[in-house]
């Protein structure tokens, strides 16, 4: 399968600890975006990179939360010091440019 | 700052029958595209259709087509047809032309039912 993979798909984690996320992207795509979904919610944009570059941020990414894309291709997404309100769907997506973007399956974390 | 509005939480259709979801958004350009992506229960999203606003003629992939209306800022998703796996979280989508992140209504969840 070539799609975009995500990993882990699910996250139990305790409040105050920290989580990495880590996605995949489809092999020929050098954009990477990070959305959050909570429920009820539709996507929302967290941030995205244009090759191992950080282009844009969104205000809902607070300083407890960071992402790298070191070589270009896949991404880690960290939660320091977990809140409940962090408890969401994380999804990923890759596009070639601004062609269309391809999902991921989404790590769904719950911070208890 | 651009928003989606999805009216209908939920919407219910019979297979072979057609449904129509609504989406509006509020946007101060001129050039920008919206999609259709659908979401099934825990799979991952999809593409439906995409539309771009300086296209007049309105969008078609097979059974799905839309109702573009740039000056009502209107984008209504009809599927004809309906089947059992259509059935999913559907999600009106924004992006400007100059940008690559893309601004989501609620959804509409579809059900169908034989």
């Known amino acids: 399968d070539t799609g975009v993979s995500q990993d882990p798909r699910h996250k139990i984690t305790k409040r105050g600890q920290n989580v990495t996320f880590r996605c995949d992207p489809i092999s020929e795509h050098n954009r990477l975006y990070w959305y959050r979904q909570t429920l009820g919610q539709g996507p929302e944009f967290l941030t995205y990179?244009?090759?191992?570059?950080?282009?844009?941020k969104s205000r809902l990414l607070s300083d407890r939360f960071s992402a790298e894309r070191p070589k270009g291709s896949f991404s880690t997404l960290e939660i320091q010091r977990t809140e409940q309100g962090d408890s969401a769907m994380y999804l990923c997506?890759?596009?070639?440019?601004?062609?269309?973007?391809?999902f991921g399956p989404g790590t769904r974390l719950t911070v208890l | 700052a651009q928003t989606v509005t999805q009216s209908q939480p939920e919407m219910s259709v019979q297979e072979a029958e057609t449904v129509t979801l609504s989406c509006t958004y509020d946007?101060?350009?001129?050039?920008?595209?919206l999609f259709w992506y659908k979401q099934p229960p825990s799979r991952q999203m999809i593409l439906v259709i995409r539309?771009?606003?300086?296209?007049?003629q309105n969008a078609t992939e097979n059974r799905f087509s839309v109702n573009f209306q740039k000056a009502a800022k209107s984008f209504s998703l009809k599927i004809s047809d309906s089947q059992l796996g259509d059935a999913a979280m559907y999600f009106c989508a924004y992006r400007s032309s100059g940008y690559s992140t893309l601004t989501f209504g609620k959804g509409t969840m579809l059900l169908v039912s034989p």
């Open positions: 539309q771009e606003a300086y296209k007049q």
């Open positions: 997506a890759s596009s070639l440019g601004s062609d269309e973007q391809f």
């Open positions: 990179f244009q090759n191992e570059a950080q282009l844009e």
């Open positions: 946007t101060s350009e001129s050039d920008y595209y």
